[in-house]
């Protein structure tokens, strides 16, 4: 890479605030693969791309991105035409392509991007590279050192890309997934089990039996597995989904009884807890695709599966509500896919309270909750223009519209009911039986749907959600 008029002193600088701040959010890689005077001397590739990812927080940090997003930008296309070998050299440059797919920003639909290379882009070839270095292969290798009894084997090439391996099986499941798990994922947590792990290790390995959890699910329900379409006709679904959400349910508890321990520990089991309420609430999600309501109430147990789904939803917003302060901090520097998540299961809350409001008899506070959130991700973004702030903003205007209504409701029957007052004593008064309240629900799959949220292929996207959520925003901007 050319030189950049950066002072040694200033990149040094950018890659402590990643190595404090950024890089506990990317499991797989520790302090340990980072020393700043070594990248500085043998990989600059590596160096300018972790000060590119450390400019998106810092203030002040655009300057620094604009400088360096053709250099990054270079580096990545030189990737997309020269293979990365196996040497440990090397595999810092897929490092690079790691830590950019891990923080790649999004644009709206219909702007010019500023980030270099779309996510799609970035995902494809650190999934194409991935095969390239042997990454699904390394299994093999960390068996020989197992059997041989190496007792550094968390230090070695094999098991390091073991374990890039796994994450992006983690990486890849959130989308219409584009890694399978393979003989060598189901085995990971025994394998790895006799070993010294550490807590980032441990999380991983979490994050991995939940992918896991779902698939096996899946085999009694393929359609459990595949929640990124949404069948034509949901008429032609003729079985019930309760025999894989009851399998499904189990192995969440056996998941529950295995991990509870870490993840009350905090740390990256703070992280842990996250993905297993995320994945909890879009498997439990899935029961709503069957209920087709079209006019009427819907059932009792139809009511309580939205109950449940909604319930679960809370939990998640709890999850960043009840963080200590210094955890909350250190949410403003992941990235923008977990916002996304989290802003995802928001905008779910709000739409349920739209369409099937009976639900929430015991869920009073839900918007409350809602709205809180949005306060506390507005509090979190790094700037205004950010995916952070707009995101808040976003929530906060789909909040308000949806209170306008109420507020009109009440104020009317507060003059409805000034006007009775003075009717009060005038001799027996007619009184009309309550009108039977009547629930319209559109179509449900996913998520309680309404017109241009979620009925598209790629509402379980939440990288393609984003666009689609920010798409009438013109004043979005990120490095």
């Not at 200033?10 to 506990?24: A, G, P, T, V, Y």
């Not at 295995?258 to 609430?281: M, P, Q, S, V």
């Not at 009060?424 to 241009?452: F, W």
């Amino acid at each position: 890479m050319t030189q950049l008029p950066f002072s040694r002193t200033d990149i040094k600088q950018s890659i402590h605030i990643f190595l404090e701040r950024i890089l506990n959010f990317i499991p797989v890689l520790s302090k340990d693969d980072f020393d700043a005077e070594s990248l500085l001397d043998n990989h600059t590739n590596l160096a300018y791309c972790i000060c590119y990812v450390s400019s998106f927080f810092p203030a002040g940090g655009i300057s620094t991105a604009n400088a360096l997003r053709g250099l990054v930008s270079e580096f990545i296309l030189e990737k997309c035409t020269n293979p990365i070998n196996t040497s440990a050299d090397n595999l810092q440059d897929f490092r690079v392509l790691m830590i950019l797919y891990a923080y790649a920003r999004p644009s709206p639909a219909g702007t010019a991007t500023r980030h270099p290379v779309p996510t799609s882009v970035l995902k494809a070839l650190v999934e194409g590279h991935v095969i390239d270095i042997g990454c699904h292969r390394s299994v093999e290798g960390v068996k020989k050192d197992l059997i041989a009894g190496r007792r550094d084997i968390n230090k070695t090439i094999e098991y390091k890309k073991y374990t890039y391996w796994l994450w992006l099986y983690t990486m890849a499941h959130h989308s219409p997934p584009s890694i399978r798990g393979d003989a060598s994922i189901r085995i990971a947590t025994s394998l790895l089990a006799g070993i010294n792990k550490s807590s980032r290790t441990s999380r991983l390995l979490g994050e991995v039996e939940l992918c896991l959890l779902w698939e096996k699910a899946s085999t009694l329900d393929c359609r459990l597995n595949e929640w990124w379409w949404v069948p034509e006709n949901l008429e032609s679904l003729d079985c019930s989904p309760s025999a894989a959400l009851e399998t499904a349910e189990m192995e969440i508890q056996a998941w529950c009884n295995k991990w509870n321990a870490f993840i009350a520990r905090g740390g990256f089991g703070l992280g842990l807890d996250f993905h297993f309420r995320y994945a909890r609430f879009c498997i439990t999600s899935y029961a709503l695709r069957f209920i087709q309501v079209s006019t009427g109430n819907l059932s009792g147990s139809e009511r309580e599966s939205v109950k449940q789904c909604v319930q679960y939803a809370l939990e998640i917003l709890d999850w960043a509500l009840h963080l200590s302060p210094v955890s909350k901090d250190t949410l403003r520097y992941m990235s923008d896919f977990g916002f996304v998540m989290i802003a995802f299961v928001a905008l779910f809350v709000i739409q349920v309270h739209d369409r099937v409001q009976p639900v929430y008899a015991e869920l009073k506070d839900a918007l409350n909750r809602v709205d809180a959130l949005s306060k506390l991700m507005a509090d979190l973004a790094v700037s205004p223009n950010h995916c952070t702030a707009q995101l808040a903003r976003s929530l906060k205007q789909r909040l308000s519209q949806m209170r306008q209504p109420e507020c009109r409701e009440f104020q009317g029957r507060s003059m409805q009911n000034s006007t009775n007052e003075s009717f009060l004593n005038s001799g027996p008064q007619m009184q009309e039986p309550d009108a039977e309240l009547v629930i319209h629900v559109t179509r449900v799959e996913g998520g309680i749907a309404s017109n241009g949220f979620l009925n598209d292929s790629s509402h379980w996207d939440p990288t393609a959600w984003l666009t689609e959520f920010l798409n009438d925003t013109a004043d979005w901007n990120v490095p």
